[in-house]
T-cell receptor, first 115, second 112 residues
Framework: DAGVTQSPTHLIKTRGQHVTLRCSPISGHKSVSWYQQVLGQGPQFIFQYYEKEERGRGNFPDRFSARQFPNYSSELNVNALLLGDSALYLC??????????????FGPGTRLTVL | LAKTTQPISMDSYEGQEVNITCSHNNIATNDYITWYQQFPSQGPRFIIQGYKTKVTNEVASLFIPADRKSSTLSLPRVSLSDTAVYYCLVGDMPGYGNKLVFGAGTILRVKS
């Protein structure tokens, strides 16, 4: 069975540009979450979507937005890129939301470098 | 959300048992304790989750004392491939969202 997939694997952008990152959850999973991991730190929560609705938002500026499609895949968009946005962006999927033992499965991430 | 405190790093040798302790003094009644493992340039991987007492699966054990203010992840007979960052997370699972709050984690280095 395929795990969580993310594209692209690596991305290089310049300051001020816009980027779209994509995530396909495990088949049957309806919840998708996005995390940002800066080098040397733990992942930081950005968004969670469940059944195409936003269920949680972390402490990130409005330049960050996301959406979930009817097939439960998701996109993370970042506008007006800053050097500090350089990080590994992780997507995680789970069957449901807000239940004990609801394990989240992470994808390999997209490495974004902003020059 | 309860804050967690873990050692920054630990060293061990192949074949030894490794115990990583996490402190979470402000854990709430609804909070569960979850451990994740992360290798470089990969996403975190779920290891184990528990609420109280002891939980064991095929890769690890989780010990939680009665007051739940700390927990210990136990890895039996580690190998070189267990070298990774281990995160202790505490959160309200039966909540509105499934937000995971990661700390800095513990870097485990296994030597031969």
């Amino acid at each position: 069975d395929a795990g969580v997939t993310q594209s692209p694997t690596h991305l290089i952008k310049t300051r001020g540009q816009h980027v779209t990152l994509r995530c396909s959850p495990i088949s049957g999973h309806k919840s998708v979450s996005w995390y940002q991991q800066v080098l040397g730190q733990g992942p930081q929560f950005i968004f969670q979507y469940y059944e195409k609705e936003e269920r949680g938002r972390g402490n990130f500026p409005d330049r960050f937005s996301a959406r979930q499609f009817p097939n439960y895949s998701s996109e993370l968009n970042v506008n007006a890129l800053l050097l500090g946005d350089s990080a590994l962006y992780l997507c995680a999927s789970s069957l449901k939301t807000g239940q004990p033992g609801n394990e989240q499965f992470f994808g390999p991430g997209t490495r974004l470098t902003v020059l | 959300l309860a804050k967690t405190t873990q050692p920054i790093s630990m060293d061990s040798y192949e074949g030894q048992e490794v115990n990583i302790t996490c402190s979470h003094n402000n854990i709430a009644t609804n909070d569960y304790i979850t451990w994740y493992q992360q290798f470089p340039s990969q996403g975190p991987r779920f290891i184990i989750q528990g609420y109280k007492t002891k939980v064991t699966n095929e890769v690890a054990s989780l010990f939680i004392p009665a007051d739940r203010k700390s927990s210990t992840l136990s890895l039996p007979r580690v190998s070189l491939s267990d070298t990774a960052v281990y995160y202790c997370l505490v959160g309200d699972m039966p909540g509105y969202g499934n937000k995971l709050v990661f700390g800095a984690g513990t870097i485990l280095r296994v030597k031969s």
